[in-house]
């Protein structure tokens, strides 16, 4: 069965410095990986996809993450934050490597982005 | 339009009732879905819905049932809630046509004592 695991729960960073949110999965087929964002009291909402081609993903808000199938890593990153930018981030990865009608997602345990001034 | 809609939003339970969590979506999307967030978990996938008239099981299926009750509206019922139901839920969709971005509700935030 595919798993994500992000290590880090909390990330604490200042305002406009450079941040990087590290996933890792397992998987023994191919995978489709996404990274997700919670800001508080709403529901997630995509920040960028990984599905083929170039390994370096570009997102909404000026984050991405690069694809490194042989360290099963799917880092996201953004060169310089803001206060807005305080949220939860998920990495999830498709059940199965499947995207018909029916793909599953299986989410990683969070991250939480603290952006202080 | 709307998105992924949830009623409610907020709903404290006691342990044995029942109630059913709605969710409706505007988009004519195929697929839909039901996740619990817990703390330090994640999102973890209770049911899901890849077409009208179809449903299935996902990762933690105990303790509730779903329907689907038309291409809109796809609902999650607790029949005897437990604390450990305690959770935030969230609907999802999908248009299942090469789409792979899932587009989430609100959520509704139940709490059982």
């Known amino acids: ?117 | 339009n709307a998105g992924v809609t949830q009623t409610p939003k907020f709903q404290v339970l006691k342990t044995g009732q029942s109630m059913t969590l709605q969710c409706a979506q505007d988009m004519n999307h195929n697929s839909m879905y039901w996740y619990r967030q817990d703390p330090g978990m994640g999102l973890r996938l209770i049911y899901y819905s890849a077409s009208e008239g179809t449903t299935d099981k996902g990762e933690v299926p105990n303790g509730y049932n779903v329907s689907r009750l038309n291409k809109r509206e796809f609902s999650l019922r607790l029949e005897s809630a437990a604390p450990s139901q305690t959770s935030v839920y969230f609907c999802a969709s999908n248009s299942g046509r090469s789409s792979y971005e899932q587009y989430f509700g609100p959520g509704t935030r139940l709490t059982v004592t």
Request: charged share 20%; glycine share 6%.
């Open chain 1, 1 to 117: 069965a595919q798993s994500v695991t992000q290590l880090d729960s909390q990330v604490p960073v200042f305002e406009e410095a450079p941040v990087e949110l590290r996933c890792n999965y397992s998987s023994s087929v191919s995978v489709y990986l996404f990274w997700y964002v919670q800001y508080p009291n709403q529901g997630l909402q995509l920040l960028l996809k990984y599905l083929s081609g170039s390994t370096l993903v570009k997102g909404i808000n000026g984050f991405e993450a690069e694809f490194n199938k042989s360290q099963t890593s799917f880092h996201l990153r953004k060169p310089s934050v803001h206060i807005s930018d305080t949220a939860e981030y998920f990495c999830a990865v498709s059940d199965e490597g499947r995207m018909d009608s029916s793909y599953k997602l299986i989410f990683g345990s969070g991250t939480r982005l603290l952006v202080r001034p």
